[in-house]
């Protein structure tokens, strides 16, 4: 009787250090990730290059003084629930000005600088 409660706890112990658990995606897994901004909103696509892991969850920070939205992409096995596929969509109060991923903060996307604006003519002698 010892022993199958033995077998059991090591197996459950295996099953949650295997990936039952979510874990983080590192960005060298994400193929083809995709960034959109428009007004209040972006969107997040791509592929997770690991077959067996499926996206289960995102996590978000948006910095409202520096506009700098953050996410992380969370993983588990994929089942019925969840596939390789990236499709999230994130509300922030304000379009970013620069999004990066990870507890690294790598930046994937940056709002272009603005044209600068010729300069004013200053000359007054009526030229």
């Keep these: 009787m010892k022993n199958r409660w033995a077998a059991f706890a090591a197996g459950m112990a ?22 959109t901004v428009g007004g209040g909103e ?13 996206v289960s969850g995102v996590r978000t920070r948006f910095d409202e003084q520096s506009g700098e939205l953050n996410f992380l992409l ?5 089942g019925r629930s969840y596939s390789g596929r990236i499709s999230e969509k994130i509300t ?10 990870g507890k690294a903060a790598q930046t994937v996307w940056q709002r272009p600088p603005e044209k600068a604006a010729p300069p004013a003519n200053t000359l007054s002698d009526g030229r």
Excluded at 15 to 28: D, F, H, K, Y
Excluded at 92 to 101: A, E, G, M, N, R
């Design 42 to 54: 972006v969107r997040i696509n791509g592929l997770l290059g690991n077959s067996a892991m499926g």
């Design 92 to 101: 922030v109060p304000y379009p970013p000005v620069k999004i990066t991923y």
């Design 74 to 78: 969370l993983q588990q096995i994929a």
């Design 14 to 35: 295996c099953l949650l250090s295997c990936g039952a658990c979510e874990q983080e995606v590192a960005r060298e897994d994400i193929w083809d990730l995709r960034v």
